[in-house]
């Protein structure tokens, strides 16, 4: 009864508290994108053009690659060759590594080079594409501090003004990498509508990660229309993963891009942009690859010294309580792997809670101090005797032990061998006198 409790607890309150994707996608800021927007296209630093062969381009290179490592994430610069003769400015990635599939990468991605009718010397590039290389850089801030099931690598690619090259170096030198699938984004912050359409783009049809993306975004951006769109022109830097079989999309402003009138020339500049639309964009983007990654508020596992019984399959309830101690502000159903490691429950809210375990035949204690999220490699102990679920170990825990004694395994089976014996008793008497915090 107990655990079918917790269950019918966890789908109700999972329609209050908001998941770890909700909390995110609520989280992306306009403010922090169009900041990035002004960094590169010049309003807020010294860089007048990112063309990929001019040293502004360079300077954008390891300013991005700064911020990524400031995020804490390993990052690394990739050399793509030269262009015409001329050493260009590298791909910038950064790594995210998974929990359950650290070898599996999807990845998230734009290209922050520049172009204009004088490259150059002036080239903004704040739609093209700034806009874009905010996102990415907003996605690896948001995520930062929740695992993640799969490997993210968030990338700035150089080069693809002149043909694609950088993202067509990457992926053609996977280095070990096996890519799950590919979110680009490529012009993302002008509106020239009042309620302008986003479009998910991609090289073929069908596509489940496309689909995918369309979804997530009329999730989050309810009143933006969305538009899925097939082309294999090979546009933008989706498509040479499109070329090595991997799931890709491309996110671009309303009617592909084209609507666009300081495309490619020096008046692509932040001012152009609407902060509001390009945040719908982002939060696309962003929401989906958290979704595509497998984001989580975490993983526990819980410690059982005494526990000689299969872990695998067994279901404990989590309780979640206010710090200090205090009745249980929320119950959960979760099941442990053989190794005692759960995912913790994605209706968790965020915030600083102390967090109890209680199995069948075993005593709850209050053994961690936690904040979601990033609670991975979490630990819970559990202190083996309450037979009666009354939370102290007392007689009418030997009682209950010694009525079932001999007999197949009861929740009184505290030591999990299969039946009630005499160290099950020996485990209520070690403990006689506990009670749960």
């Known amino acids: 009864m107990r655990t079918l409790i917790a269950v019918i607890l966890l789908v109700v309150f999972a329609g209050v508290w908001a998941g770890p994707e909700a909390d995110i996608a609520a989280e992306v800021s306009a403010t922090r994108l169009m900041d990035t927007v002004k960094y590169l296209s010049g309003v807020t630093s010294s860089i007048t053009t990112r063309f990929s062969p001019t040293a502004g381009s360079v300077a954008a290179q390891n300013w991005l690659k700064a911020q990524f490592q400031a995020l804490g994430y390993p990052t690394v610069l990739q050399d793509w060759g030269r262009w015409n003769g001329y050493a260009c400015s590298d791909n910038v990635i950064a790594r995210k590594v ?41 996605a690896a801030n948001l995520l930062r501090d929740y695992p993640t099931d799969y490997t993210i690598e968030f990338i700035a690619f150089s080069g693809e003004e002149q043909g694609l090259y950088g993202s067509f170096y990457y992926v053609q030198n996977p280095g ?56 294999g022109g090979g546009v933008s830097d989706n498509y040479p993963f499109y070329t090595r079989g991997v799931p890709e999309c491309l996110l671009i402003e309303h009617d592909f891009g084209d609507s666009n009138p300081y495309y490619h020339r020096t008046t ?30 975490g993983y526990a596992t819980v410690l059982m010294p005494e526990y000689v019984g299969a872990r695998a399959g067994l279901v404990v309830e989590l309780q979640l309580r206010e710090p200090g101690g ?21 209706a968790l809210p965020r915030g600083t809670w102390d967090l109890a375990v209680k199995a069948p035949g075993w005593l709850r204690r209050v053994s961690a101090y936690a904040t979601i999220p990033n609670l991975q490699g ?47 008793l020996n485990l209520v008497l070690v403990h006689f006198g506990e009670a749960g915090e």
């Open 98 to 138: 998974g929990v359950k599939y650290p070898s599996l990468i999807y990845v998230i991605c734009a290209h922050y080079d520049s172009t204009s009718n004088i490259p150059w010397s002036l080239a903004p590039g704040a739609d093209d594409n700034a806009s874009g290389v905010a996102a990415v850089l907003e």
């Open 176 to 231: 070990g990498r096996q890519w799950a699938g590919a979110v680009n984004l490529d012009m993302i912050g002008y509106a020239p509508v009042a309620n302008p359409s986003l479009w998910v783009v991609a090289t073929t049809s069908p596509s489940a990660l496309a689909d995918l993306v369309r979804d997530v975004s009329l999730t989050y951006n309810p009143g933006t229309p969305v538009v899925r769109y097939t082309y």
């Open 268 to 297: 692509d500049t932040w001012d152009k942009l609407t902060p509001g639309y390009l945040r719908v964009c982002a939060t696309a983007g962003i929401a989906s690859i958290a979704r595509l990654a497998g984001v989580s508020n």
């Open 326 to 346: 205090g009745a249980p502000v929320e119950t959960y159903a979760v099941t442990l792997d053989a190794a005692g490691v759960f995912r913790l429950p994605d």
């Open 378 to 424: 979490l630990s819970f102990t559990l202190v083996p005797g309450d037979a009666s679920g009354d939370n102290v170990v007392n007689l009418a825990d030997v009682a209950i032990v010694l009525a079932n004694f001999g007999l197949g395994a009861q929740v009184t089976d505290i030591d999990g061998s299969g039946s009630v014996g005499i160290e099950d």
